[in-house]
């Protein structure tokens, strides 16, 4: 059973509009969560990331909203760029081992 | 540049074979992990280590042994390989505290035929 979910596999938006990248999570002990960026042939890197007591964090181009009464996140990107193009994993940590569990990710194409 | 080295980057076994993927970083990180990314499935946790001369398992360790060797190595082993762990492995390290500072090797891409 999943506890980090993607449920979408793709997203295409056109350059210069607003991406944003959804996640839900199950496990009410996760207490920080991160969005990882991926591109082909490399290892994910992190991008944001937000703690359990806040509702949003934003960094540049990047905002991530918590809503941990329905248990979901989001990644909103703007204006999106073609170097934006990626999977985006979202993740999630609980516990004192704090090690990361991930969603599925979505594929973000942005279109010039 | 500092970071997370994984060797190899490629390889192809057959059913049966053993290997061993290695893993260096150089960041003095004290946590290691050892994670495998298959399509629609994201990244899965196959053995962590806190610490050196500490090794826990992850979620699908099935199939996998591995060793810190010292703070900055981290192997993992297939001892009889499987087509079923054909898929993607990254090695993974961070420092004390929040997992923001996961650093990840490149990848090894494992076909087991």
């Known amino acids: 059973d999943q506890q980090v979910k993607q449920n979408s596999p793709s997203l295409s938006v056109q350059e210069g509009r607003i991406s944003i990248l959804n996640c839900d999570y199950t496990n009410s002990m996760f207490d920080y969560f991160l969005w990882y960026k991926k591109y082909p042939a490399e290892g994910p890197t992190f991008l944001i990331s937000?703690?359990?007591?806040?509702d949003k964090n934003e960094d540049g181009r990047f905002t991530v909203f918590l809503n941990k009464s329905a248990k979901h996140l989001s990644l909103h990107i703007v204006p999106s760029q073609p170097g934006d193009s990626a999977v985006y994993f979202c993740?999630?940590?609980?516990?004192?081992?704090?090690?990361?569990?991930f969603g599925s990710g979505t594929q973000l194409t942005v279109l010039p | 540049n500092a970071g997370v080295t994984q060797t190899p980057k490629f390889q192809v076994l057959k059913t049966g074979q053993s290997m061993t993927l290695q893993c260096a970083q150089d960041?003095?990180?004290?946590?290691m992990y050892w994670y495998r990314q298959d399509p629609g499935m994201g990244l899965r946790l196959i053995y962590y280590?806190?610490?050196?001369?500490?090794?826990d398992k992850g979620e699908v360790p099935n199939g996998y042994n591995v060793s810190r060797l010292n703070k900055r190595e981290f192997s993992l082993r297939l001892e009889s390989a499987a087509p079923s762990q054909t898929s993607v492995y990254f090695c993974?390290?961070?420092?004390?505290?929040?997992?923001?500072?996961?650093?990840f090797g490149s990848g090894t891409r494992l076909t087991v035929v």
């Open positions: 280590s806190a610490s050196e001369g500490t090794t």
């Open positions: 937000i703690s359990s007591i806040k």
């Open positions: 993974a390290s961070s420092p004390p505290g929040q997992g923001g500072g996961y650093t």
């Open positions: 993740a999630a940590i609980s516990g004192s081992a704090r090690q990361l569990t």
């Open positions: 960041m003095n990180h004290n946590s």
